[in-house]
């Protein structure tokens, strides 16, 4: 059982930046797929960025230039640094963990809120 921790999140202006970051227990974490969602109220949980575990990354539109998503296999933790931040980036973040189709976990979420 792989258990995921993340942190970083909290209140920040429009135009600020935060670090998430997704500790990961275990040893699968350097052959996992890592992921960032979101989900804002009444909206549905949204992919914000992935990394293979070759470290190819992909975004989704609404934030690409603006984060960046990294891992550290030495530590088992994942990043994800934001900047630029805007409202609409408001929003729970989860951090999720791929090793295959049957293993597939998620983290309890960190709350991130971009308001003045």
């Known amino acids: 059982q792989v258990q995921l921790v993340e942190s970083g999140g909290g209140l920040v202006q429009p135009g600020g930046s935060l670090r998430l970051s997704c500790a990961a227990s275990g040893s699968t974490f350097r052959f996992s797929a890592m992921g960032w969602y979101r989900q804002a109220p009444g909206k549905q949980r949204e992919l914000v960025a992935s990394?293979?575990?070759?470290?190819?990354?992909n975004y989704a539109d609404s934030v690409t230039g603006r984060f960046t998503i990294s891992r550290d296999n030495a530590k088992n933790t994942a990043y994800l640094q934001m900047n630029s931040l805007k409202p609409e980036d408001t929003a729970v973040y989860y951090c999720?963990?791929?090793?295959?189709?049957?293993?597939?976990?998620w983290g309890q979420g960190t709350q991130v809120t971009v308001s003045s």
């Open positions: 999720n963990l791929r090793f295959s189709i049957s293993a597939d976990f």
């Open positions: 990394i293979t575990y070759r470290g190819s990354t």
